[in-house]
């Protein structure tokens, strides 16, 4: 096609990105007018092009971002519900990584899977651990700084954890089914986890917490002290364990850094 | 020789697109590959292990940062998070090149990650030089655009693809990367002859070259569809285009783009080895 023979006809169809847009995530929609093949004429099927690349990508994304899901699901089920999934939840950032983070709510009404009740906790600790992932570094400290502080130091101090640091409150074994599918882990048996996703190195890792555990890091992570964060465990949990709390997180690298003002 | 390069220090050999499951073949047998690109996109995370192998190939390797994220040809305005984001990462990694696509992929905060064609018309050219000035003036860096792959033209175009660049980079100061896939693709699906864009194409600009391979299909009507998956070697018609282009600009920073099916390393270093043996070649028939 020259610049001649386009300039002789004028008052061409333009086609707007909101058009172009809504009929690449509209697998129904008519191909805007103005989109043409080299003969000049309605494009249809090169307009296909940009559809099926558009909803690839966000699928392939999806799959390589939820592999738990993907294998409960099954490869052909998770291609489809991701299409339904991307095109009411298209991304809203340029970071790939962290695609999907819509999906615990979506797979709660999606009719495929309103039925499978722990997929959402599953979907967060997927997520979790992909932040985790790309969170920043951040060196632990040496156990021993803690153990030495006197008690009362120790109460008013406040720990930084990870970045990578998150807890999860799930009302269903997402760790038990996470462990079973992806390291040989044993049959999840039923009740709910709080875990602890945490990084040791570059590996995101999850652990289990002792109940009260959960409360207590949750506060640490807002930034309260070390003795607001123990008093609310332990007036929620009345046999809230600190040793085997500090235990995991000493185990789980979490604590790099104590703030004693 | 043509050479008003000014927008890059990678040198004048072959590169590949890095995949992390190169990471050791690259620091042990680098072979023909004197210098990587990465996808902006993907180092855009707080730390981890991506961003300590990059800090780490950054120190053996100069670096060319690659954005498919920018939205240079957007209706709406460029993200402000993203390009923040995106200095912050050139800030830390000083890299030898920046580069963008002429393309968009965000509308109304939706991205959808690809590359959507523009028409070339009047309005485009003004919000692309907005635009690459924004990126510029914002980074305090140059950056080199990349011509796109086409399945279907837009009839409201009024400007040729070459034209439209030229005017692009003479308004806005940016260098280009030449896809010579790109426009072996587009050459095919629209129907034009490669050579005459290339002819039109401002070559003198040329920063970097692309190399890639690419898939075929039909349209409805039987009618050749080449896709730019970046899953194969690059093809014969797309080296042939590629000493075209060297034979006319000298030895050029040219990268391997290899994506998907993702080969084994000596594969890819198979084919920055020929890229390298044809600008050698090419070199010697013509000396600088």
Known sequence: MTQDTLTQTPARATVSQAEFRAAILNAQADVPEGLVNPDGQQASKRFSVYRNNVVHSLSEAMLTGFPVLTKLLGDEFFREMAKVYLRIHPPASQLMMHYGAALPGFLESFPGTLHLKYLPDVARLELALRRAYHAGDADPIDPAELTSLGQHDLMEARLTLAPACEVLQAKWPAKSIWDFNMADGPQPSAGGEDILISRIGFEPKTFLLPEGAAEFISSLLKGRSFGTALGLATSNTPDFDLTATLTVLIAAQAITGIDRD | ?288
């Open chain 2, 1 to 288: 020789m043509l050479d008003q390069r000014t927008n890059t220090t990678l040198p004048d050999g072959a590169g590949v697109g890095y995949k992390p499951q190169h990471f050791q073949d690259l620091l042990n047998a680098p072979g023909a590959v004197t210098w990587l690109e990465i996808h902006a996109e993907n180092y855009m995370g707080d730390g981890g292990r991506q961003i300590a192998q990059l800090r780490h190939l950054a120190e053996n390797f100069p670096i060319s940062v690659h954005g498919v994220g920018a939205s240079i040809g957007g209706e709406s305005r460029l993200d402000p998070e993203h390009l923040a984001r995106l200095k912050k990462l050139l800030d830390w990694l000083n890299p030898a090149s920046f580069s963008e696509h002429l393309a968009w992929s965000t509308h109304d905060s939706a991205f959808l990650n690809d590359l959507l064609p523009l028409p070339y018309t009047k309005d485009t050219l003004t919000r692309v030089t907005a635009h690459i000035n924004e990126v510029q003036e914002l980074l305090g860096r140059k950056m080199l655009l990349e011509n796109p792959s086409s399945y279907l033209a837009f009839a409201e175009s009024t400007w040729s693809e070459p034209d439209f660049i030229r005017e692009v980079a003479r308004r806005t100061g940016c260098g280009l990367l030449l896809d010579v896939n790109n426009v072996f693709i587009s050459a095919t699906n629209l129907e034009f002859e490669a050579l005459d864009y290339l002819d039109a194409y401002p070559l003198d600009l040329v920063e970097e070259i692309h190399l890639a391979g690419h898939d075929e299909d039909a349209d409805e009507l039987g009618r050749k569809l080449l896709i730019d998956s970046h899953g194969k070697p690059v093809d014969e018609p797309v080296w042939a285009l590629f000493d075209h282009v060297i034979a006319r600009t000298g030895a050029r920073p040219a990268l391997i783009e290899w994506d998907n099916d993702v080969p084994n390393w000596d594969v890819l270093e198979n084919e920055a080895a020929r890229a390298t043996a044809q600008m050698a070649a090419q070199t010697q028939k013509v000396p600088a």
